[in-house]
């Protein structure tokens, strides 16, 4: 358990202790994860200082955009798109050069093609949602020896593939629509139609931009839509992965995913609803394990992951919490997934 300032918080952080008003009412509870949307709240109540779990701070989070960076980007491109209507366009541009910031500032990491990043399972908005998978589609395409005029145009589609929904009144956050059904199902399914009718006569924006906006939700066998093609470009199926990705881990439009749970589904359809390179390229990159997630290992053993192992995402390094009696493990107990060959993960615990 370790003492922290709420400023210094970056979201995600475990309780230790339960965070109570001056009379002892209770705000939160000890366990409850501190999201990044509560620390202002907090602020307002007067909460300067809060006990968070320890184990949780020693992790070796790494991460494609910064937390300030992603926040900022994020910022601009909400007041872009919620400035925008269907028939006023202008605004939009903007977020060209928006996208060519992403690319400078992934590209500006000497060894960003070596890391693995913790890509976590988390709740989201469309803002959000846009720029993750912007940041996740620029990477593979980089990995993939894509021109690089060509990622400006997946990053531009990318931040306005769902700009559809703005036209749709479907609401897709924390939502698996298929058990809604019905209208709204139906409604959801037309948004990347909606997206590229309001942009399809922009002279500014790419081709291959539009059809980003158009192909985002189409699949290899044909079982996407709206017009469940198996002709789908090779640049859209690389936003079709990060895209259904991020979808799963955040629970936008469907339920939400463990990050292993999405890996594995990737894995199985890969070849046939997703394209097999690029799923391999996506996953060279994407920790199975992130930093942060407890684990039980086949020893019994209750574990934190704390950092990843480059070409090894389902064999990070774990710090051992609790032995498999239940007890507390003393001081810190590091182990090499790579190194102990008849250790591995069992199984995540929330």
Not at 12 to 38: C, R, V
Not at 68 to 83: G, T
Not at 216 to 222: A, K, L, Q, W
Request: with cysteine.
């Amino acid at each position: 358990m370790i003492k922290k300032n709420l400023k210094d918080l970056k979201g995600n952080e475990i309780l230790a202790k339960p965070i109570m008003t001056w009379d002892y009412q209770i705000i939160m509870p000890q366990g409850a994860s501190i999201k990044k949307e509560y620390l202002d709240h907090l602020d307002e109540l007067g909460i300067t200082e809060v006990f968070v779990r320890e184990d949780e701070e020693k992790t070796n989070e790494i991460v494609i955009l910064k937390s300030e960076v992603q926040d900022s980007i994020k910022k601009k491109v909400q007041d872009i798109l919620e400035r925008h209507t269907y028939h006023h366009n202008q605004d939009l541009v903007e977020l060209s050069k928006t996208a060519d910031s992403i690319i400078s500032v992934i590209l500006d990491e000497d060894t960003v093609l070596e890391k693995v990043f913790d890509i976590k399972e988390r709740s989201t908005d469309i803002y959000e949602h846009s720029i993750n998978i912007c940041s996740l589609a620029i990477l593979t395409a980089i990995k993939l020896n894509i021109d690089r005029n060509v990622i400006h145009d997946i990053g531009v589609g990318c931040l306005l593939h769902d700009i559809g929904l703005r036209y749709s009144t479907s609401d897709v956050i924390n939502t698996d629509i298929n058990e809604v059904g019905g209208q709204a199902l139906s409604d959801y399914k037309k948004h990347p139609i909606y997206g590229y009718s309001s942009l399809k006569d922009e002279e500014w924006i790419s081709e291959l931009s539009k059809k980003i906006i158009l192909y985002h939700h189409e699949r290899m066998d044909g079982s996407g839509f709206p017009l469940q093609t198996k002709d789908i470009p090779f640049e859209c199926m690389i936003v079709n992965v990060c895209d259904a990705f991020d979808e799963m881990i955040c629970g936008i439009a469907c339920r939400q995913y463990k990050v292993h749970e999405a890996i594995e589904f990737f894995r199985s359809f890969k070849s046939t609803k997703f394209n097999d390179k690029i799923v391999d390229t996506f996953l060279e990159f994407t920790a199975v394990y992130p930093a942060g997630t407890k684990v039980i290992t086949n020893e019994g053993e209750l574990a934190v992951v704390v950092s990843q192992n480059k070409d090894f995402q389902d064999r990070p390094i774990i710090r051992i919490i609790k032995d498999k009696n239940g007890n507390d493990v003393e001081g810190e107990v590091l182990k090499n997934l790579v190194l102990i060959h008849n250790l591995f993960i069992e199984r995540v615990v929330d």
